[in-house]
C-alpha cells in the first residue's frame, strides 16, 4: 500500500532563517506530488505541485520554492522566512480520481 | 472559473443531532466531487467522492449526492458523535486538471457530548 511521509512534524524557526520541508511517498512511482499550505483559521492554499523529477509548477508567487530531485521525494524550500509563512503544510500525491495527504508540518515563524 | 463555496462555521451540533454541511460548485466541464475530513492536529483525509451525476458517496455514516442540475454536494450524517469533530472539506476535480483540486474554505463541526 502507499504511504506519504513528511518531515518534521513541527518546526519553530526565527524570522529570515532558511527553511526546508520535506516529503516522501512509498509503494508507488511516478505521483503528482502537491505542496498545500494552511494558514490559522483558513482554507487550504495550492502553493506547487510536480507532475514528475525535476517539474515543478508555481500556484502563488512567493518566497518558497520546491523541488522534486527524486521520483518520490518532494521538498519544500525558503531562503528566508517571513513571519506570514507560519502555518500547516501539506504534502499530497494523487492516485487516480483521488489525492492522498501526509500528515503536515506545523511551521511557526517567530 | 472553477470554484466550490462551503456553509461557513462553525457549526455546533449536539450528539445524535443531524448534521448537513452544504456545498456547492461552480466548474467547465464535468468534475469529480470529493470531502476530506481533517481531525485536530492532522492532514486531510478522504471521507467519500463522488465521480458522476447522481453518484452518492458514502463513508463512517456519512452520505453526500452529486446533483448536477443543483450543482451541489451536501454532506450529511443522520446522527453525529463527539469523534466526528474536525474541519470538513469539500473538493472538485476537474478532468484534465492533473490531478489538481480546488477546495472550499472548510467548515468546522464540533459536537457536545
Known amino acids: 500500500s502507499q504511504t506519504i511521509h513528511q518531515w518534521p512534524a513541527t518546526l519553530v524557526q526565527p524570522v529570515g532563517s532558511p527553511l526546508s520541508l520535506e516529503c516522501t511517498v512509498e509503494g508507488t512511482s511516478n505521483p503528482n506530488l502537491y505542496w498545500y499550505r494552511q494558514a490559522a483559521g483558513r482554507g487550504l492554499q495550492l502553493l506547487f505541485y510536480?507532475?514528475?523529477?525535476?517539474?515543478i509548477s508555481s500556484e502563488v508567487p512567493q518566497n518558497l520554492s520546491a523541488s522534486r530531485p527524486q521520483d518520490r521525494q518532494f521538498i519544500l524550500s525558503s531562503k528566508k522566512l517571513l513571519l506570514s509563512d507560519s502555518g500547516f503544510y501539506l504534502c499530497?500525491?494523487?492516485?487516480?480520481?483521488?489525492?492522498?495527504f501526509g500528515p503536515g508540518t506545523r511551521l511557526l515563524v517567530l | 472559473g472553477n470554484s466550490v463555496t462551503q456553509m461557513e462555521g462553525p457549526v455546533t451540533l449536539s450528539e445524535e443531532a443531524f448534521l448537513t454541511i452544504n456545498c456547492t460548485y461552480t466548474?467547465?466541464?464535468?468534475?469529480?466531487l470529493f470531502w476530506y475530513v481533517q481531525y485536530p492536529g492532522e492532514g486531510l483525509q478522504l471521507l467519500l467522492k463522488a465521480t458522476k451525476a447522481d453518484d452518492k458517496g458514502s463513508n463512517k455514516g456519512f452520505e453526500a449526492t452529486y446533483r448536477k442540475e443543483t450543482t451541489s454536494f451536501h454532506l450529511e450524517k443522520g446522527s453525529v458523535q463527539v469523534s466526528d469533530s474536525a474541519v470538513y472539506f469539500c473538493a472538485l476535480r476537474v478532468r484534465g486538471s492533473q490531478g489538481n483540486l480546488i477546495f472550499g474554505k472548510g467548515t468546522k463541526l464540533s459536537v457536545k457530548p
Open positions: 466548474a467547465t466541464g464535468y468534475p469529480s
Open positions: 510536480s507532475v514528475g523529477i525535476g517539474q
Open positions: 499530497a500525491w494523487t492516485l487516480g480520481e483521488t489525492q492522498y
